[in-house]
């Protein structure tokens, strides 16, 4: 866990130009989908702890 842990207090590493725009890609669909009232589940894998 130590490993992958990203402290509170420090600023996450930077992305990529191409994962910065899959991410914005993501938060847009997310506002997207709320504004016509959608739901919205993010769900990820612990599998890094």
Not at 12 to 21: N, Q, T
Not at 25 to 43: F, L, S
């Amino acid at each position: 866990v130590e490993e992958v842990l990203v402290p509170l207090d420090v600023e996450p590493a930077a992305i990529s130009d191409a994962l910065m725009s899959q991410v914005e890609d993501c938060a847009k669909r997310i506002r997207e989908a709320r504004a016509n009232g959608k739901a919205v589940m993010m769900i990820y894998g612990a599998h890094l702890i």
